[in-house]
């Protein structure tokens, strides 16, 4: 059957999208990558210097270095940011399914953090990086309002990138009942909220758990708020209660792997 004109427009956009590429620098990202047998390189662009540091994990690649000039290094740097003298072109990570990446099992309580509509590429690096340091099975975020992996985003991730299954999803709200529906309890964290994180995971003891966060600005979404099971706050000494989301992230993620006396 011949298939209408928007499903063929719909699947060459997903292809052309998953055909796209970004620059990913800076020593960790690029090595780590580099050591991935899972991502889809490009090209690689080092100065003398960088393949000398990353030798080993070039030679593991596989790749041919072409080696540039730090004064006139050849790549698109997003705005602010610097190379440190390597550069690779990579394609996006495939993680596959929230049920493949996020299914309960062994070594520990399950932990997932999902992103409301956090758009800054350095916090989802740090909150990536975290949430590989304290064994979270995946970040969650709606794709058109989130980071896409970036230069920026890989930098600040530190190689968490390429480890942390960072799962970009159409809908967040059907990706939490996702959650809900394979056992998770879905926590909230906003700063005014009447109980404490602690008490919001010892009275879901053992259950795997989803830290849901929202943005810098707005924090979480009305519809997000009335979709998780409860919301939790992280006790603060002053009258400023407010954290940056990626430490709200690291500070949850930390308390979630603690285990009640
Ligand atoms: C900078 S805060 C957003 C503040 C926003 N004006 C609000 O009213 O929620 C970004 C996110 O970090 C988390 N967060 C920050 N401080 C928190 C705290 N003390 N307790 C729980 N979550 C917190 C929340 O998920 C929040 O949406």
Redesign the pocket.
Known sequence: MKKPKWVIEKEQARRASAAETVWLFGHHAVRDALMNPDRTRVRLVVTRNAADKLAEAIAASGMEAEVADPRNFPVPLDPGSVHQGAALEVKALDWGSITECCMAGSGGRPVVVAL?RVTDPHNVGAILRSAEVFGARAVIAPARHSAPETGALAKTASGALERQPYLRVRNLASALEELRNMGYVLL??????DLD?AEGLAAHDGRPVAL?????????REKTRETCDML?????AGNF?????S???AV?LYAAQMRPD
Do not use: H, K, T, W
């Not at 909230?188 to 909220?193: D, I, S």
């Not at 849901?212 to 979480?220: K, T």
């Not at 209660?241 to 989301?245: I, K, Q, R």
């Open positions: 409301d909230g964290l906003a700063g005014e909220a994180l849901v966060l929202g943005a810098e600005g707005p924090g979480l939790v706050r992280i006790p603060a209660g407010s954290l940056n989301v430490n709200a992230a949850s």
